[in-house]
């Protein structure tokens, strides 16, 4: 199983980009947001990736973190998605975006992904809420985008290299990590995970927060019992 690639990049066409990782060109379908936050040909980059396998297909699909790519799975288990839809939901929303759709039972913006119709996307909303609080604690520890590092073709020196330092690995996203923190906090509290869930997202769309104190007190007052 192929779990990430890195390399150059090749070729950009319509969701299709050619990483040359060596020599070896993999041809790996994207979303129209991953494939316009690559750069340009002949630049570094990296993706993970998930392979489909059919009898008349073989696959690779790229994501910019593994948030993303986990995002992707979960929403291939709901009947009548498969990898090209789920594909273009998150192409549309953004992994905090589906996150924020699927915790509010916003089927409407899960519609608003090409090919999907009002019957799957109310099946999205419907089928994973109560998976997709579990996805969201994890996000901010899954949301680094995939390492676009130098180095990834080694030309043959004309001197001993000249040692590199180490590369810090990509920072986390703070939203992700703030929404992730907030998320564990209100369960710690007791609250169910659906009602914190959505919360959360409700106050992370309204813009009330950045950091996970703030977006943790907007929730609260969300989840106070209305008089």
Known sequence: MIGKLSGI???????LVILDVRGVGYEVMVSDRTLAALPPPGQAAALYTEMVVREDLLQLIGFPSLLDREWHRLLTTVQGVGAKAALAILGTLGAEGVA?????GDARSIQAAPGVGPKI???VTMELKSKAPMLMAQ?????????IGEGLVEPVPAAPPTPRKAKA????DPAAM????ALSALTNLGYAQGDAAAAVAQAAGEGAATDAPT?????????QPKS
């Open 9 to 15: 990049v090749d070729w950009k066409g319509d969701g």
């Open 100 to 104: 924020r759709a699927i915790a509010l």
């Open 121 to 123: 996307a109310q099946r």
């Open 139 to 147: 996000g901010g520890r899954m949301a680094s985008v995939a390492d």
């Open 169 to 172: 690995p990509p920072a986390p």
């Open 178 to 181: 703030a929404s992730s923190d």
């Open 215 to 223: 977006l943790i007190r907007a929730a609260l007052k969300l989840l």
